[in-house]
């Protein structure tokens, strides 16, 4: 933890007792940092009442596509702290968090990279805006009881493609996309949207690791896919979404989003216009993997027509999106056995990265990961 991040903390309005927590430091060490650096102190922030920081506190009160939009990423990506008056939004896309911060007025400030937390994480303080939230239904520890908000009509589509910028999954070629959610509630009020809309639509469900049913509701089709486009983008700006959800939901559209990847591994290219999708860079790994679940993730591939690895890659991107997981390490199978594949060099860096956070090894992951690849 730096003292610049520190300070940044303090100066975005938050109190000794909010950034003790997020920081691991006592209120002692905190005083002493802001001394050092000669940063003059709010005696209402000492005492634990927090200054209010830049933001427009009626942001959730006037319904807006850019209000809407944000709601809807905070639904499936947003934290609300149970005991301080602040929320949350992570993304790994600074991007995303930057806009949020423009949308809201509000000073950008990220809660600092720690064992815990890997991904960027915008802190808002408001205590009008956590009531706002709240009389929409959305409160602390909502993930498996968040209800379906009541969004006006015109505002569902700038809603929904909040929510699929922050749980959705959107299948590279384009044929599949589905959106993650702990709450049936709002995965049927969600389905409902998309029946109105004249969507083919299913709800599956799996269970999860600490035994809660993980609900994922799905839009299967060439067709269907451009169909949803065409409405959830209708008012987008021209940035606030996830650009390659953008570019695979649309590539088999009339009129396809078409826009390079300038990222360092490009997931496409444009080639005379047309999408083409890359495999990127991978590299060899080797370690020891659950025979049976090699032997599942077999008989998933053959049916599917698809590599192992690609199986496998589908769930990793998932769990990597936990930041932290619950894994009975005395569970570990006795059947495992040596496996080599190749996978996408970034992402097995971050999961390695991820197993030395979480104090795991790199096949616990993998094998853990085996609930969240998609087999519909």
């Not at 949207?193 to 509701?217: A, C, D, E, M, P």
């Not at 080639?271 to 999708?277: A, N, R, S, Y």
């Not at 053959?302 to 936990?322: A, C, F, M, R």
Request: proline share 3%.
């Amino acid at each position: 933890m730096t003292d610049e991040a520190i300070i940044n903390m303090y100066k975005s309005g938050m109190s000794f007792k909010e950034m003790q927590p997020i920081i691991g430091l006592s209120d002692r060490a905190i005083r002493n940092v802001l001394y050092k650096h000669e940063i003059p102190m709010n005696r209402e922030q000492y005492s634990g009442q927090p200054r209010k920081n830049k933001v427009n506190e009626d942001f959730f009160k006037v319904w807006t596509h850019e209000m809407a939009w944000v709601l809807g990423l905070f639904v499936t990506d947003g934290h609300v702290n149970k005991q301080y008056h602040s929320i949350y939004f992570s993304q790994k896309d600074e991007r995303i968090l930057k806009l949020i911060a423009k949308y809201m007025e509000a000073d950008y400030v990220l809660a600092p990279i720690g064992s815990t937390r890997s991904t960027p994480t915008l802190i808002v303080n408001s205590k009008k805006i956590k009531m706002d939230l709240e009389a929409l239904g959305i409160v602390a520890n909502k993930s498996l009881t968040v209800p379906f908000p009541n969004i006006p009509g015109e505002f569902l589509s700038s809603f929904v493609r909040g929510v699929i910028d922050g749980d959705g999954w959107v299948g590279k070629e384009g044929y599949q996309m589905h959106i993650t959610s702990g709450s049936l509630d709002f995965t049927e009020g969600l389905l409902a949207v998309f029946h109105s809309w004249g969507l083919k639509t299913k709800i599956t469900f799996i269970k999860g690791q600490t035994g809660n049913i993980i609900y994922r509701l799905w839009v299967n089709g060439k067709n269907e896919l451009p169909k949803l486009a065409k409405i959830i983008y209708k008012n987008a700006t021209f940035d606030d979404f996830h650009v390659y959800k953008r570019v695979y939901m649309t590539q088999h559209s009339d009129a396809p989003y078409c826009i390079e990847d300038k990222s360092s591994l490009p997931r496409w290219k444009l080639i005379d216009g047309k999408l083409v999708h890359t495999q990127g860079s991978r590299t060899p790994f080797r370690t020891n993997i659950s025979k049976s679940v090699l032997d599942f993730l077999k008989g998933v591939a053959k049916e599917k027509k698809i590599h192992i690895n690609y199986l496998i890659e589908s769930g990793l991107e998932k769990v990597l999106k936990q930041e932290v997981i619950s894994y009975d390490r005395d569970s570990r199978p006795k059947d495992r056995i040596q496996y080599k594949t190749t996978y996408d060099a970034e992402l097995l860096a971050n999961v390695r990265e991820f197993a030395k956070r979480n104090k795991l090894f790199i096949n616990d992951i993998i094998e853990y990961s085996v609930q969240w690849i998609d087999i519909e």
